[in-house]
């Protein structure tokens, strides 16, 4: 998918929005959400996306959603900086399937990094245990 191309409403991140599939919630407003990433690269890899925006990327997302958006990408790592204490952070956004983009609805990974621990690859691997993603976002949510 190139740059240019129009929002999907029935992509993974919409189908989240309206509920037809599960998440681990860690934040929600009347239009942000913020849940853990089922592939993670790291323990606390997250993503927050905007809930009524139709953008599939930073270059057709309105100013104003945009301000929402990367407000919550900081209150999130904050909470995931207070609530895990990792060694570092990692904010992503990708444009487009050649720079990584795999699902295209504007979204931003919140990527706690810890020295001494390799990150895994950006949309590898297989999917996380629920369980275990509960038992972080709980600490994540204490911090919010």
């Known amino acids: 998918m190139m740059l240019d191309q129009s929002y999907d409403p029935e992509n993974i991140f919409a189908k989240i929005i309206c ?28 993503l927050v996306i905007h809930k009524q925006a139709t953008a599939t990327n930073l270059f057709d997302v309105d100013d104003d ?5 990367t407000a919550a990408v900081k209150k999130v790592a904050q909470a995931v900086r207070d609530g895990l204490a990792p060694d570092g952070i990692r904010i992503a956004q990708f444009n487009g399937a050649p720079a990584g983009q795999t699902v295209y609805h ?7 990094v810890y020295e001494g621990r390799n990150l895994g690859a950006h949309a590898s691997g297989g999917p996380a245990d629920t369980e275990q993603l ?3 976002a709980t600490k994540i949510r204490a911090a919010l």
């Open 106 to 112: 504007l979204h931003f990974h919140v990527i706690p």
């Open 19 to 46: 509920g037809e599939i599960p998440s681990v919630n860690l934040y929600e407003s009347d239009s942000i959400l913020a849940f853990m990433d089922v592939f993670p690269q790291s323990e606390g890899h997250c």
């Open 134 to 136: 509960e038992k972080t």
């Open 65 to 69: 959603d945009l301000a929402a958006l």
